[in-house]
Each structure stands twice: as structure tokens, then as C-alpha cells.
């Protein structure tokens, strides 16, 4: 016990393919149920030509996030292949390797966000292998002067290779 307590990470919680993932889509607040449609028709298109995907089944107007209607979003639920199928295939098909690509992708459209995300290694720790971070000013500069200084750290964040699709939300 004492030997594998001290070869186990302590920290995070590696990913683990599950053979599933969400893909979430949301445009700008006041979007139709329509243009979010439409939108969405292309973002699946996107996910369904992804060779490791095996089918896509969603909800528009239900953003998975807040577990609420909305009309500016909408869900996937993402099948993979089994991953007999996807070992055989070109490339990095794990489930954080499709999510990669398809997100890589995703990253494409301006009129919206759209990404996919792998579910957590243990269910009810998280929506996703995510990280959190909060930006304080405690000098109370000014709010132009905070957004800039976030938008320095995004941007170095994403130049680490631990840290993939660093964001606002």
C-alpha cells in the first residue's frame, strides 16, 4: 500500500477514453433557435466527417452547461468508434486526440463558439479535464487594464503544450 501510494499521481486525474465526448455549440446572447439550427448543421457536419466518429445525436436550443433552454445553444453527444476501429486509423485517435482535432476545427466559425470536450475521468468531478483559473485585481486598476492582462495570460497559457484550448468563459 505504501509502495503504490507513492507511485500514484496526487494530483490530477489522467483522461480516460470512454469512447464518448460533448460537443457544445453557443452563439451571442438574443441568437433564434433558427440561426442557431443552421449553425449547428455545419458544426456536425464537421464532427460526423471526423473518421474516429462513429455518430452524433443533439439538441438545439439545450446548452448542457447550465442544463437550461436556450436558444443560442445547442448539444452533441458524440460517439466514437470502438476503439479496435480507431487504432487502425491515421493519427491520433484517442478520445483527447479527436477532441483536438475536432476542436482545431470547431475553432473556425466566427459567428459562434463550438467545442468538444471529453466527459471527466471520474463522473460528478467537473464537466470535462478542465482547469480553472481566476484573474483578481487587488490593486484596483482599470478594467481595460485587467482585460489585457488576461488576455496575456491566455495567450501564454496556449503556447504551454500541458495546456490545451485555454479560454474565457
Do not use: H, Y
Request: zero cysteines.
Amino acid at each position: 500500500m505504501v509502495a503504490m501510494n507513492q507511485q500514484i499521481p496526487t494530483a490530477f486525474i489522467q483522461n480516460e477514453d470512454k469512447g464518448t465526448m460533448l460537443a457544445i455549440v453557443q452563439l451571442p446572447d438574443g441568437a433564434s433557435l433558427a440561426r442557431t439550427s443552421a449553425f449547428t448543421e455545419q458544426v456536425e457536419k464537421i464532427i460526423l466527417d471526423d473518421p474516429a466518429v462513429d455518430n452524433v445525436g443533439g439538441a438545439v436550443g439545450f446548452g448542457i452547461l447550465t442544463f437550461s433552454r436556450q436558444a443560442n445553444s445547442a448539444t452533441f453527444f458524440v460517439d466514437l468508434k470502438p476503439w479496435e476501429e480507431r487504432r487502425l486509423l491515421e493519427g491520433d485517435n484517442t478520445a483527447p486526440g479527436v477532441q483536438a482535432r475536432l476542436n482545431r476545427a470547431l475553432s473556425q466559425f466566427p459567428q459562434g463558439i463550438a467545442m468538444a470536450i471529453t466527459p471527466p475521468a471520474i463522473p460528478g468531478i467537473g464537466s470535462g479535464a478542465n482547469l480553472e483559473f481566476m484573474l483578481q485585481d487587488l490593486q484596483g486598476r482599470p478594467k481595460a487594464e485587467l482585460a489585457q492582462t488576461m488576455q496575456e495570460l491566455i495567450a501564454a497559457a496556449n503556447q504551454q503544450p500541458e495546456l490545451q484550448g485555454v479560454l474565457v468563459v
